[in-house]
């Protein structure tokens, strides 16, 4: 699904992501956890394209297809999503229109028909359910005015709607409380398949207690080094992160 | 509501600062031909190229008409009857140091309240003290030539290091610019000289006291400034004036030049006589003041406080012509009984990744009139070029006015600018906080103005901002009903 | 005999008993030929005149319209028409009432919509200190001219009272004859008291045509009166485009604006306001698209001149290709207009490599009861929605076009018809490309 090999990436001068590898199956959930300024952020950026970033060196395989060179909506039409940590608001875009404006562009990609108004206001509403959303949500725009959980939300509720074969999750669970933190992990577990894999971002293992990874990765200064399984994540709550600094001391 | 009361009592403060000083002048018969041109180019001992330009911007000035579109009123003024040349008797006999300085001259400062003596002890500050148009004091200067900075009179710089004056006076603010500016390149009396070598950071703040005194003299204050690549200084001017019963014009230019990487910060706290509560007397402010950011990453400063003057008309200006040079401009400008102020300033972005931050408060009370007036302009190949304007007006009294014209011209379209402005008066509900926590309606008053000017006192250094506070809670003395 | 005019505008008004007119409006036409006649033409070193250039319009020599236009079918106008907009509809054909293309069937009581033209024929009196009062002692150059050359146009008048719940739709429909062609056109809106209304006034032409408009309505809202006023200026692109509003307010009325500017090579819009009466309030939107080779200057005056009003001016502007716009907004409160509130905004976003805009916001106080504010934002895309549309499938191109139209919504929004908002919102899409 997704092969990432020895990734390095610069922001200016500075460089961030230093030989960075990473191996997503199908239907596969992977944790990258890490301290802040680890390159997390940097790490999902890079992947769903967005501008100022410098790749060095490395390659991005997404189906075997090299992902660098896309524009971001390609990467989006192949079937990737990015969750945002920080969803912009967009004053005066209507949530519908945009919504079917991406729908259709992925469906017009994979060469299936648009949607009509019908049918695409059924499919709407049955994934609004998913995520305890109100369909006043609809006629507001873009993230404009939301709540720092309604952002969240909304971006599952994309994610649901767009059905991405891999989704990236940029610390979703940053800003919630315990409640919305149910909610949002609720709709991603919904979503899970074997078809979809998913990479979640998180400095905190308390996410993972909602969505159970099957590898966890841990990040630090632009590589990963660490690889285990879920049980690693509760290693480093226990730990925190102070031990890295001694191990790559050493 | 008690607000028209205080209102009452805040026309009625009188100028505090209202004396005149007795002292033999050196003055010129008033008129102006090129005679008088001559005559005091000659008496300074300027060199050729000087007297020279001084007529060539004379006749000059012969084809000018006076600006009207300053939303001002006055009088029309007769030039013919202005003196252009007043110096404190023999000006060759000038004191070298405080001791020879006239003690009635140090009292005058006594009574100001801001004793030379003291601004020397409070913070190492070089004062070249001007009174009326001749520089009678200057000190600190052996810690400054240490640095290699130099601080003198403008007169003694022509005479000193003609070549150094010669390429940058003028080069900013052309005898061409406008009428005053004009005026003022054909009988500029005295004014300050400050240059700064490259990468010197001058030790001191320097610091100017200009005043007015003899009566019917213009005052034509030149004031140069270069600092080289790399190089910082900080200069402060403050102005205060006897009180007088007609109407005095100052037309000063004053010019900065900031190379690489080097900085200049311009403070100025101007309290000339404002004239009194029917509007009679006090000083025409007409100034030019431009500084020319030429060399990348430069910085150029402006920061005034401006509450006295019958009429001021001031637009300290920068122009950004280095990649990525900075320009500031801050101001608080108070307009009470009758005075009147078209102020503001002038942001030219040429350079790449210029910056400039704008932030004008007005103060209007009793029958004051004021306007901002600011251009923020954005060149065509000023790319990347920012721009911030906050400019705020707190009315008191409901005699008074307040005006914002900004222009905004943006040939580059990938310039960001914001603009934003408010009028309004002191809210009753702030007044009435206060109040409810024991304060008298003239301190809430003052707490609130200050606190509205408080974003530009904070760019003043330390010791102007606790006098510009001073001299605003002068300026609303009496506010309780 | 009469006042020769400028260089440039020697043709601009025809003979000035050609219109049918009582004694007191030749009087108030031939005082307004002889005080533009005296001024000097607008130019650069005038404030208003500041931006724009006359240049290009005085090198036309354009002429006046002499005669109607009768060769106009109802086909035509057709390709002009808003589908699903129901309206009483007045069409002007270059200035020129054109009543075999309107349809004013099925007026309620209370409602008389006419030509200018029949209405001096018929009713001169009637006009009588209405007409041509609301522009007061003002001289603007253009308005003078209209003055001058008054000829024909809408009046709207609603008696006391009077609810008009269709909107009245005027189609100012222009096109090209032998010659460059100028039109003056001059429209009269009297609400009485507590009368509402809508007009949708629209500028629109026959293909790519040369011509110039220039237009002065006026407008009287009597106490407790509404009226909405949507301003459509799609002429051609090749055409001169001049509007002058002169609005007066008396207590308790309503007026909301809303001026849209995609059309015209060259565009001047001055909308001056004036309270006569307290707790009046007067709405000012705008939304102006200026591409390639396109000038839109927008002024506005507005005057506080008694307290307890409420103004709200809120333009904005899309900058594409080579356009260039220009914004002087001021608003006024006189002395001892207290509990005057205001707001002005004005925020352009800038989307190509080439366009200009200047613009001037000014405030002038003379009381201190006030809460007055006005902002001004120049700026482009954020990059961030930019990349968010994207990263959601939708092209750049697309995703640019969303988030303009998303810039423009908040004025759009103000346009009460859905089919007109359609119309404006899918042009102004065409328009990005």
Known sequence: ?250 | MTGASAVEDIVKSEYAHGFTTEIESDTLPPGLDEQVVRAISQRKGEPEFMTAQRLKAYRHWLTLREPEWAAVNYPKIDFQAISYYSAPKRPEDAPKSLDEIDPVLLETYNKLGIPIEEQKALAGIAVDAVFDSVSVATTFRSTLAEAGVIFCSISEALRDYPDLVKPYLGSVVPYTDNFYACLNAAVFSDGTFVYVPKGVRCPMELSTYFRINARNTGQFERTLIVAEAGSYVSYLEGCTAPQRDENQLHAAVVELIAMDDAEIKYSTVQNWYPGDERGVGGIYNFVTKRGDCRGARSKISWTQVETGSAITWKYPSCILRGDEAVGEFYSVAVTKGRQQADTGTKMIHLGKNTRSTIVSKGISAGEGQQTYRGLVRIGRRAEGARNHTQCDSLLIGDRCSANTVPYIEVKNPSAKMEHEATTSKISDDQLFYCRSRGLTEEDAVSMIVNGFCKEVFNELPMEFAVEAQKLLSISLEGAVG | MNAPLHSGLEHWLSAPDDTPAPDWLLEQRRAARVRVSAQPLPHSKEEAWRYTSLKGLLEQDFSAIDEPLDALQAEDLDAVLIAGLDAHRVVLVNGRFAPELSTLDALPAGVRIGGLRDWLDRDPESLRGQLDTARGESGAFFALLNTAGLDDGLVLWLERGTLLERPVELIHLSVELDEPRVAHPRHLVYLEAGAQATLIERYVSLGASLYCTNAVVEVLLGRDAVLKHERLQMESRNAFHLTSLYLVQDANSRYVGVNIGLGARWARTDLNTRFRGEQAECLLHGLYLAGDGQLLDYHLDVEHAVPNCRSEEQFKGLLTGAGRAVFDGRVLVAKHAQKSDAAMSNRNLMLSEQAEIDTKPQLEIYADDVKCSHGTTVGQIEPEMLFYLRSRGIDAARAQRMLCLGFAAEILDQLGAEAVREQVAEAVAQRLG
Do not use: C
């Open chain 1, 1 to 250: 699904m997704l092969s990432v090999t020895g990734l390095r990436a610069t922001v200016g001068d500075k460089e961030i992501l230093k030989g960075l590898d990473l191996k997503v199956g199908p239907g596969e959930i992977h944790a990258i956890m890490g301290p802040n300024g680890s390159g997390k952020s940097t790490l999902s950026h890079v992947l769903s394209g967005r501008d100022g970033y410098t790749v060095t060196a490395g390659s991005v395989l997404f189906e075997g297809q090299d992902l660098l060179t896309l524009e971001p909506e390609v990467r989006a039409q192949l079937g990737l999503f990015l969750a945002f940590q920080y969803p912009v608001e967009l004053p005066g875009v209507n949530n519908t229109y945009f919504l079917k404006a991406a729908l259709n562009s992925l469906r017009k990609a994979r060469g299936e028909p648009e949607l009509d108004a019908v049918s695409f206001l059924r499919l709407i509403k049955e994934k609004l359910k998913i995520l305890h959303l109100d369909d006043s949500l609809l006629k507001r725009a873009v993230n404009a005015g939301f709540s720092g959980g309604e952002k969240k939300r909304n971006e599952i509720f994309q994610m649901a709607l767009l059905e991405p074969k891999l989704a990236i999750l940029d610390e979703t669970d940053s800003g919630l409380d315990i409640d919305a933190l149910r909610v949002v992990a609720e709709g991603v577990n919904a979503l899970r398949s074997p078809e979809r894999s998913m990479i979640v971002v998180t400095h905190y293992q308390r996410l993972l207690d909602y969505i159970q990874p099957d590898y966890v990765h841990v990040l630090a200064r632009g590589r990963i080094i660490r690889s285990g399984g879920k049980e690693l994540a509760l290693e480093l709550e226990e730990k925190g992160y102070g031990w890295i600094d001694a191990e790559l001391a050493a």
